[in-house]
Nanobody, 124 residues
Framework: QVQLVESGGGLVQAGGSLRLSCAASGRTFSSSAMGWFRQAPGKEREFVAALNWSGGTTYYADSVKGRFTISRDNAKNTVYLQMNSLKPEDTALYYC?????????????????WGQGTQVTVSS
C-alpha cells in the first residue's frame, strides 16, 4: 500500500515556475514507477510525466516537453515535478500516481495509487 500527498501548487503568472512535490509512504516506493497527471475543468485527466523506479527513464507529454522535469529522491520517498515557463493552459489539478511496477507508463489506468491533487493556476 502506498499513500501519496501532493504539495507545491498555487497561483503563478504566465512564464513563472512552480515545483510540485509528492511525498509517499509505504515500503514499496523505491521500486514503484511514478507519474504526474492533470485534469482541467471540463476535461479528462491527462498524462503529464512519468519516470521509472530508478529515475533513469522519463516520459513527457508533448505539451510539457522541454518545460517540465520529473525527478525522484528515493531516500526521501518523494517525487517532484519542476514546471517552468508556465502557460495558462497548464492550469489544472495535478495528481501524483504510483504503480505496482518498475517501468514508467503513460496510461492512467496502469497506476494503482493516487494522491488527492494540488491545484495549479496560471494567470495570463
Amino acid at each position: 500500500q502506498v499513500q501519496l500527498v501532493e504539495s507545491g501548487g498555487g497561483l503563478v503568472q504566465a512564464g513563472g515556475s512552480l515545483r510540485l512535490s509528492c511525498a509517499a509512504s509505504g515500503r514499496t516506493f523505491s521500486s514503484s514507477a511514478m507519474g504526474w497527471f492533470r485534469q482541467a475543468p471540463g476535461k479528462e485527466r491527462e498524462f503529464v510525466a512519468a519516470l521509472n523506479w530508478s529515475g533513469g527513464t522519463t516520459y513527457y507529454a508533448d505539451s510539457v516537453k522541454g518545460r517540465f522535469t520529473i525527478s525522484r529522491d528515493n531516500a526521501k520517498n518523494t517525487v517532484y515535478l519542476q514546471m517552468n515557463s508556465l502557460k495558462p493552459e497548464d492550469t489544472a489539478l495535478y495528481y501524483c500516481a504510483a504503480r505496482n511496477g518498475r517501468l514508467a507508463i503513460t496510461m492512467a489506468r496502469e497506476y494503482d495509487y493516487w494522491g488527492q491533487g494540488t491545484q495549479v493556476t496560471v494567470s495570463s
